[in-house]
């Protein structure tokens, strides 16, 4: 078993250095070994924005939600990833769905 926080780690370098789709691929070697990283998660939903991939970041940005639901901050993450989502794509359903989870994350004091 791979040491998920290594990958992560390793993810980051290679996140910091431009090598988006090789960050990509360790962050999924993370999330192969623990799919509850909710940090590998997080950083897979940048990643793939990053990368245009607009409904993979938001299907690892909701995971993040699910995971970690009582941090306001998961949901303020959620709202930029819609909101990046939004200007990628000019779908304006995303704009409605970013103001949800900015709404959810003020509820919970965030």
Same mark, same amino acid.
């Given at each position: 078993m791979a040491d998920v926080v290594a990958l992560y780690d390793e993810a980051d370098?290679?996140?910091?250095a431009g090598k988006l789709d090789e960050a990509a691929a360790k962050l999924r070697e993370a999330l192969a070994e623990d799919?509850?990283? !909710? $940090?590998?998660?997080? !950083? $897979? !939903?940048?990643?793939?924005q990053r990368l245009g991939q607009h409904d993979a970041a938001i299907q690892h940005a909701q995971k993040v939600c699910e995971l970690e639901p009582n941090d306001p901050f998961s949901f303020t993450a959620l709202s930029v990833t819609y909101q990046r989502a939004y200007a990628g794509t000019g779908e304006m359903q995303y704009i409605q769905l970013a103001e949800q989870a900015m709404e959810r994350s003020r509820m919970m004091g965030g």
């Amino acid at each position: 078993m791979a040491d998920v926080v290594a990958l992560y780690d390793e993810a980051d370098k290679l996140k910091a250095a431009g090598k988006l789709d090789e960050a990509a691929a360790k962050l999924r070697e993370a999330l192969a070994e623990d799919e509850s990283y !909710a $940090l590998a998660h997080a !950083a $897979l !939903a940048v990643v793939t924005q990053r990368l245009g991939q607009h409904d993979a970041a938001i299907q690892h940005a909701q995971k993040v939600c699910e995971l970690e639901p009582n941090d306001p901050f998961s949901f303020t993450a959620l709202s930029v990833t819609y909101q990046r989502a939004y200007a990628g794509t000019g779908e304006m359903q995303y704009i409605q769905l970013a103001e949800q989870a900015m709404e959810r994350s003020r509820m919970m004091g965030g």
